[in-house]
T-cell receptor, first 119, second 115 residues
Framework: NAGVMQNPRHLVRRRGQEARLRCSPM?????VYWYRQLPEEGLKFMVY????????ESGMPKERFSAEFPKEGPSILRIQQVVRGDSAAYFC?????????????????FGAGSRLTVL | KQEVTQIPAALSVPEGENLVLNCSFT??????LQWFRQDPGKGLTSLLL?????REQTSGRLNASLDKSSGRSTLYIAASQPGDSATYLC??????????????FGKGTKLTVNP
C-alpha cells in the first residue's frame, strides 16, 4: 500500500489561473479530508468527503474553491482564479472509518502535500 | 469554537535530554487527541492517538498524556536524538455535530535536537 498519494507535489500558477490538486486515498479508505497550511499557520480543515458526497465543507472558502471525490478516481481540490493568498501547502488525509464508527480510535493517514505557489 | 494552543513554539535542546511539549484545548468535548510529526516539506506522521476515555499512550521513547477536564495534553520525549528534530503538532477531533469529523490543529512546536 503506497499510502495517501498527492500530486502534483509542487504547482506554480499565475494569478487568475486554475489549480487542480489530486489525492488518491489509501486502498480501502472511503473518507477523504483536505487541509490547508498557510505560511506560519497551523493546518486548517477545508472539506470532508465520502465517495461521491461532500459531508462537511465548512472550512472551504465560499468562492473559487470546490472539491469532489468521484466513484472512480482520486479526490480533486479545484481552485479557480487563484490569488497570491492561495499560496499554501494543501494536505489530503484518508481514513477507513469515521470517528464515531471507530469510537475515536480512527487514525488519519496524511499525504505528503501539494505546495501551491501563486505568482 | 475549539482552539488548540501549543507551547513552546520552538525548542532547542542538546542530544540526550528528556523534554516535554505542551498542548491545550478550549473545549473538552473531544473524541480523541492526536500528536503528529511534520518534517520540512513532508506530510504528517501520526505518532500517538489518545481516545477521550484514555489517560495516556506510549510508543517507544514517546509518551502522551491527556487530561480532558483541564484541556491539556503533554508529549514526553525521552533521551532525545537529532533525528527527533521536526515540528510536532497536536490536534483534537471534537464530538461530531452533523457529521463533522474535522481535526483542529495547534500551530506546532518546532523541535531542534543538537548533536
Amino acid at each position: 500500500n503506497a499510502g495517501v498519494m498527492q500530486n502534483p507535489r509542487h504547482l506554480v500558477r499565475r494569478r487568475g489561473q486554475e489549480a487542480r490538486l489530486r489525492c488518491s486515498p489509501m486502498k480501502g479508505h472511503s473518507h477523504v479530508y483536505w487541509y490547508r497550511q498557510l505560511p506560519e499557520e497551523g493546518l486548517k480543515f477545508m472539506v470532508y468527503l465520502q465517495k461521491e458526497n461532500i459531508i462537511d465543507e465548512s472550512g472551504m472558502p465560499k468562492e473559487r474553491f470546490s472539491a469532489e471525490f468521484p466513484k472512480e478516481g482520486p479526490s480533486i481540490l479545484r481552485i479557480q482564479q487563484v490569488v497570491r493568498g492561495d499560496s499554501a501547502a494543501y494536505f489530503c488525509a484518508s481514513s477507513l472509518r469515521t470517528v464515531s464508527e471507530s469510537s475515536g480510535a480512527n487514525v488519519l493517514t496524511f499525504g505528503a502535500g501539494s505546495r501551491l505557489t501563486v505568482l | 469554537k475549539q482552539e488548540v494552543t501549543q507551547i513552546p513554539a520552538a525548542l532547542s535542546v542538546p542530544e540526550g535530554e528528556n523534554l516535554v511539549l505542551n498542548c491545550s484545548f478550549t473545549d473538552s468535548a473531544i473524541y480523541n487527541l492526536q500528536w503528529f510529526r511534520q518534517d520540512p516539506g513532508k506530510g504528517l506522521t501520526s505518532l500517538l492517538l489518545i481516545q477521550s476515555s484514555q489517560r495516556e499512550q506510549t510508543s517507544g521513547r514517546l509518551n502522551a498524556s491527556l487530561d480532558k477536564s483541564s484541556g491539556r495534553s503533554t508529549l514526553y520525549i525521552a533521551a532525545s536524538q537529532p533525528g527527533d528534530s521536526a515540528t510536532y503538532l497536536c490536534a483534537v477531533i471534537g464530538l461530531p455535530q452533523g457529521g463533522s469529523e474535522k481535526l483542529v490543529f495547534g500551530k506546532g512546536t518546532k523541535l531542534t535536537v543538537n548533536p
